[in-house]
């Protein structure tokens, strides 16, 4: 009879811990991580002058060739006092993603020794109205993304007139002890800021 007597106590619990299990599992909260990539397009910024990438560079190498006015008295190509002349710089942002500003500065490479030959005007994209060249500004712009070409033609000239600062013997002694005279571009670029 003692027997008797814990059957229903055996069941009892049987049935609470089954019970128990079952309110645990509907009431159990569920939990499984998964990770996801997620893939993301950062923005070019392959700036090219004159065909030739600055991307890494400092310096970069691309020949500038300046195209100086013809003239009865003064052989092809070549700058003199009162010469006239051009060259042109052309920024392709076809492979940049973001709009930027630009800043160019034009100086020779050794003022001190010749600094009457000078850049005096510019144009965008060859423009009819020239700008006068401000060597303390430079000449700046906007190129908003993905544009294909942008053309800075530099206008440059040996001064000769009556704002020159160098003297006929001078003048002569540049010619004498120079075959050639550097001019450097310098540029500087600079994204846009998107929050602005």
């Given at each position: 009879m003692k027997d008797k007597h814990y059957i229903p106590i055996i069941i009892v619990i049987i049935l609470l811990i089954g019970s128990i299990?079952?309110?645990q599992s509907t009431l159990a909260?569920?939990?499984k991580k998964v990770d996801q990539?997620?893939?993301?397009s950062l923005a070019k910024w392959n700036i090219k002058l004159n065909d030739e990438s600055i991307a890494n560079k400092s310096t970069i190498s691309g020949n500038v060739t300046p195209v100086f006015d013809k003239s009865d008295y003064v052989a092809d190509n070549v700058v003199a006092p009162g010469v006239q002349g051009y060259f042109d710089i052309v920024i392709?942002?076809?492979?940049?993603?973001v709009t930027f500003t630009y800043k160019l500065n034009v100086t020779t490479n050794e003022e001190e020794t010749y600094p009457d030959i000078v850049a005096y005007e510019y144009s965008i994209d060859r423009e009819e109205n020239k700008q006068t060249y401000n060597k303390e500004e430079g000449i700046t712009g906007t190129i908003q993304h993905n544009t294909e070409n942008t053309s800075i033609r530099v206008y440059i000239k040996w001064d000769d007139g009556e704002t020159s600062s160098m003297t006929n013997p001078e003048d002569t002694?540049?010619?004498?002890?120079?075959?050639?005279?550097?001019m450097n571009?310098?540029?500087?670029f600079e994204q846009l800021n998107v929050t602005e």
């Open positions: 299990f079952l309110i909260k569920y939990r990539d997620i893939g993301i392709d942002a076809t492979e940049v993603d002694a540049l010619a004498i002890n120079n075959s050639e005279i550097t571009a310098e540029f500087l």
